[in-house]
C-alpha cells in the first residue's frame, strides 16, 4: 500500500514584540504555529501534513536554499497558509499606513520556499496570503488596503464576523476552476481580507473574481506544476456550514492532492 501524500504547509510566525509578550512564559519567544482548521482540512483528504520551520537569524532571515531543497525533495505538495499582511516592500512599494507594513520575514521565507518547490515541480496551493504571495513571488502587485484604493460596495473583511463574511465570486467560463465545478457560474465565499492581487505576476491568469466589484480571487500558474491560489478559506467552510451556497472546497484539495501524487510517480 502505497503511502498517503505528505504535505508541507508554511508556519505563521508570531514575535514577542506583540502585546501578548506581557503574559510571559512561551511568548516571549519566537513561534512558529499553524491553523489547526489549515491541517484538518489536508488532513480530510486522506493526506499526512507537516509544519515547515523558518529560519532565522538575528531578527531576519538566514536564508537556507539547501534546507529548502531537501523539504521539496522529501515532500509532495506545499500549502502556503493565511496569516499577516505581506509586506510593500516584497513587491517594490513602501506601506501606504504603518498599519500596513506587513511581515518582511515571513514574506522572505515564503518566497523562498515556494521558489524551492516550484523549482522542484512539486504543486503548490495558497490560501489568502497565500494566494498574495504567489502573485508576488511571480512579480505581481497587491493593493495594500481595498477600501481606500478600490473602494467598492463589497465588503471583504469584517473583523467581528471573521470567517463568517460572506460575498459572491464569479467562476471565469474555461478556467482550471470551471473544470473542478462543471456547471457553476457564480458562487459564494467567506472573505477574510483587506489586500488583493493588483498587477498579476508572470504566467498567471484569473480564474475567479467577486461580484459585482470585479476583484481577484482566484489565480492559477501556466507552468509546468500546479500552482493555483485562492482569496477564500476553504479549510473554514469545510468546518460549518454558515451560508447556503459556499463553495465546497474538496474538488480543490482533491486536485492538488492528486497532482503531488503523480508527481511523486
Known amino acids: 500500500m502505497s503511502r498517503p501524500p505528505l504535505i508541507g504547509i508554511s508556519a505563521r510566525i508570531y514575535f514577542p514584540a506583540a502585546p501578548v509578550a506581557d503574559i510571559g512564559g512561551v511568548f516571549t519567544r519566537t513561534l512558529h504555529y499553524l491553523e489547526q482548521s489549515v491541517a484538518h482540512w489536508i488532513l480530510g483528504g486522506r493526506a499526512l501534513a507537516v509544519m515547515i520551520p523558518a529560519i532565522e537569524s538575528q531578527g531576519m532571515l538566514a536564508r537556507s536554499e539547501m534546507s529548502l531543497a531537501e523539504y521539496a525533495s522529501q515532500l509532495d505538495g506545499l500549502v502556503l497558509q493565511g496569516g499577516n499582511d505581506i509586506a510593500p516592500e516584497s513587491y517594490g512599494e513602501t506601506p501606504l499606513r504603518p498599519e500596513w507594513s506587513g511581515d518582511r520575514v515571513r514574506d522572505r521565507y515564503e518566497i523562498d520556499l515556494f521558489d524551492a518547490f516550484v523549482s522542484a515541480g512539486k504543486p503548490v496551493v495558497g490560501i489568502c496570503r ?67 492581487v493588483k498587477d498579476l505576476g508572470r504566467d498567471l491568469v484569473v480564474e475567479a473574481r467577486s461580484v459585482p466589484d470585479g476583484l481577484v480571487e482566484a489565480i492559477r500558474w501556466r507552468g509546468p506544476s500546479l500552482v493555483f491560489g485562492m482569496q477564500w478559506h476553504p479549510e473554514f467552510m469545510a468546518q460549518d456550514q454558515h451560508h447556503p451556497s459556499q463553495l465546497d472546497g474538496r474538488p480543490i484539495l482533491e486536485e492538488f492532492l492528486a497532482a503531488c501524487l503523480r508527481r511523486r510517480g
Open 130 to 196: 497565500g494566494c498574495q504571495l504567489i502573485n508576488v513571488a511571480l512579480g505581481g502587485t497587491l493593493y495594500q488596503d481595498i477600501p481606500s484604493q478600490r473602494p467598492s460596495e463589497v465588503q471583504h473583511l469584517h473583523v467581528q464576523q471573521y470567517d463568517r463574511q460572506f460575498h459572491d465570486a464569479e467562476i471565469l467560463p474555461g478556467s482550471g476552476l470551471a473544470r473542478l465545478y462543471p456547471g457553476v457560474q457564480r458562487t459564494t465565499i467567506n472573505s477574510i481580507h483587506h489586500q488583493a
